[in-house]
């Protein structure tokens, strides 16, 4: 069965420390998708990032960068050098590529992270 | 800018009210979503809609009635709801993937936030 586990609920940090959400995630599929997702307070989920099984490089953009690890089925997210604007809740999301399948995302629960000044 | 609204942003209705969720698409998808986001909870896939046929029910009830009359809107209708079905009720739309197989990154509007007295 799929799932994603993001087992810190709240993270709180002081403005300018790195932070890095955990993402772990349950799928029998070879190949299939992952997603990072910021949802600021005014509720819209922002897309930030979509990897495929097959493509295990890290990827950098500006302050954001991402850990893709197949061995340990994780993929986490780090902010460096935070900011206030990063305050919001984090989702990691899993998607199965079968013939035939919705593009359902499986959601994991959500980290709330909050920067303070 | 997602390219995706909805309206209205707040809706307060009691429980023997019927009420419409509306959602467009500017980014010319041709597949639409429904989630529902309640406290505490995981996102929850409600419908999918590809070239407004619908392929995924994830046993709503049916006091939760959509509608897509086309590629770009989507309508969630409303009718008789419980106070639990207050929530964020977010709609997501996505490119079609040929073959089949759909993998595309989900787009999201900011929310419909409802509450049902």
């Known amino acids: 069965a799929q799932k994603v586990t993001q087992a810190q609920t709240e993270i709180s940090v002081v403005e300018k420390e790195d932070v890095t959400l955990d993402c772990v995630y349950e799928?029998?599929?070879?190949?299939?998708?992952l997603f990072w997702y910021k949802q600021p307070p005014s509720g819209e989920l922002v897309f930030l990032i979509r990897?495929?099984?097959?493509?295990?490089q890290n990827e950098i953009s500006g302050r954001y960068s991402w850990n893709f690890q197949k061995s340990t089925s994780s993929f986490n997210f780090t902010i460096t050098a935070s900011q206030v604007v990063d305050s919001a809740v984090y989702f990691c999301?899993?998607?199965?590529?079968?013939?035939?399948?919705?593009?359902?995302?499986?959601f994991g629960q959500g980290t709330t992270l909050q920067v303070k000044p | 800018e997602t390219g995706v609204t909805q309206t209205p942003r707040h809706l307060v209705m009691g429980m023997t009210n019927k009420k419409s969720l509306k959602c467009e698409q500017h980014?010319?998808?041709?597949?639409m979503y429904w989630y529902k986001q309640s406290a505490k909870k995981p996102l929850e896939l409600m419908f999918v809609?590809?070239?407004?046929?619908?392929?995924e029910n994830n046993s709503v009830p049916s006091r939760f009635s959509p509608e897509c009359p086309n590629s770009s809107h989507l309508f969630l209708h409303l009718h008789t709801l419980q106070p639990e079905d207050s929530a964020l009720y977010l709609c997501a739309s996505s490119q079609d993937v040929i073959s089949g197989r759909r993998t595309d990154t989900q787009y999201f509007g900011p929310g419909t936030r409802l509450t049902v007295l």
């Open positions: 809609y590809n070239f407004k046929e619908q392929t």
């Open positions: 980014l010319g998808h041709n597949a």
């Open positions: 999301a899993l998607s199965e590529a079968r013939s035939g399948n919705t593009g359902k995302l499986i």
């Open positions: 990897r495929n099984s097959f493509d295990e």
């Open positions: 799928t029998r599929d070879t190949t299939y998708y």
